[in-house]
């Protein structure tokens, strides 16, 4: 069953700048209704976009925890990708889900933002598969963008999968962890289903000192997700995108092996563009602007008020 969501935009308070707003609306995107929903101090500040993770874990229930103060600067955009959050309960995906897919909401939806607040280009942040995304959004249109802000970005999947898998099973060894290494036997990368998925992430949340998923939840997750995220893996940014035409800074957590920290590195000292900037988050793992999200804010701000 559709169902129809109202448009919502709460006009609170008129200053100098602009108006303070808050809200969200069901918008026209790839062929479906799409949610977004927005927050800012400045009606006229510049737009930021948050691409979420996943694939498929909407970020809008927990986003003030990393944009309570960007939202004195900026017009904060955040999107329920399809197949996510509300935009999932608006309407399915009539359409398989594929990276083309994805690439081409991302740019309508940044092109609405751009007529919605009469701005040329926006300021654009991605996490994880979010971070994957907003490259492949900087490679297709960077005449879109201010300026993109990859954190954990997926920048050679496979590969981070397969490095992480090493250094999992030479502590493993190390420890002589019998069940560890039996698991992690299992793992072939890229991953053939569900299983190897979760041994996969056990120990690799293991490794970072993070959140273990429940085998059920990666089961779950599979059944939706699993062919996209293979998909989005198998692309090399090294050999994809080894130029990009906007400035890029990469926010990358010190013990991330999920995407792994040296390959983000490395794209960073690879790539060429007109400016580019890599941060180190010194204390967190694959979620740095949840960690550390002081941090955070205050590198996006300082960017932008040096732009």
């Known amino acids: 069953?559709?169902?129809?969501?109202?448009?919502?935009?709460?006009?609170?308070?008129?200053?100098?700048?602009?108006?303070?707003?808050?809200?969200?609306e069901a918008i026209d995107i790839g062929g479906i209704k799409q949610w977004i929903s927005f927050e800012g101090e400045d009606s006229n500040a510049p737009v930021l976009l948050f691409l979420h993770g996943g694939p498929?874990?909407?970020?809008?229930?927990?986003?003030?925890?990393?944009?309570?103060?960007?939202?004195?600067?900026?017009?904060?955009?955040?999107?329920?990708?399809?197949?996510?959050?509300?935009?999932?309960?608006?309407?399915?995906?009539?359409?398989?889900?594929?990276?083309?897919?994805?690439?081409?909401?991302?740019?309508?939806?940044?092109?609405?933002?751009?007529?919605?607040?009469?701005?040329?280009?926006?300021?654009?942040?991605?996490?994880?598969?979010?971070?994957?995304l907003g490259l492949r959004v900087a490679a297709a249109r960077p005449d879109l963008l201010t300026g993109y802000f990859a954190i954990s970005p997926m920048i050679n999947q496979l590969e981070s999968e397969r490095l992480s898998l090493e250094v999992m099973k030479e502590k493993?060894?190390?420890?002589?962890?019998?069940?560890?290494?039996?698991?992690?036997?299992?793992?072939?990368?890229?991953f053939e289903n569900s299983e190897q998925l979760f041994y996969h992430r056990k120990w690799v949340s293991k490794l970072m000192n993070s959140t273990t998923p429940t085998r059920t939840k990666v089961d779950q997750w599979s059944v939706t997700w699993?062919?996209?995220?293979?998909?989005?893996?198998?692309t090399n940014f090294f050999e994809f995108a080894p130029v990009l035409d906007c400035p890029i800074y990469f926010l990358i957590g010190r013990n991330d092996y999920q995407t792994h920290f040296k390959l983000a590195e490395s794209y960073?000292?690879?790539?060429?563009?007109?400016?580019?900037?890599?941060?180190?988050?010194?204390?967190?793992?694959h979620n740095p602007h949840l960690t550390e999200s002081v941090k955070f804010q205050n590198i996006i701000i300082d960017i932008k008020n040096k732009n």
């Open 226 to 234: 699993l062919s996209l995220f293979i998909e989005g893996s198998e």
């Open 56 to 132: 498929g874990n909407s970020a809008i229930s927990y986003s003030g925890r990393f944009t309570n103060e960007l939202k004195k600067h900026f017009i904060v955009v955040l999107w329920d990708q399809r197949e996510s959050g509300q935009t999932l309960s608006l309407n399915k995906s009539p359409q398989p889900l594929t990276v083309s897919i994805f690439v081409k909401d991302a740019i309508e939806v940044i092109e609405y933002l751009s007529a919605k607040y009469k701005q040329k280009k926006i300021y654009l942040a991605g996490h994880s598969w979010g971070g994957y």
């Open 268 to 285: 960073y000292e690879k790539v060429i563009c007109k400016r580019k900037e890599l941060y180190w988050f010194t204390h967190s793992a």
């Open 1 to 24: 069953m559709w169902i129809r969501a109202a448009v919502i935009l709460i006009l609170m308070v008129h200053t100098l700048q602009g108006a303070v707003i808050k809200g969200g």
């Open 172 to 190: 493993a060894t190390h420890k002589n962890n019998a069940v560890q290494l039996t698991e992690l036997g299992n793992v072939k990368v890229p």
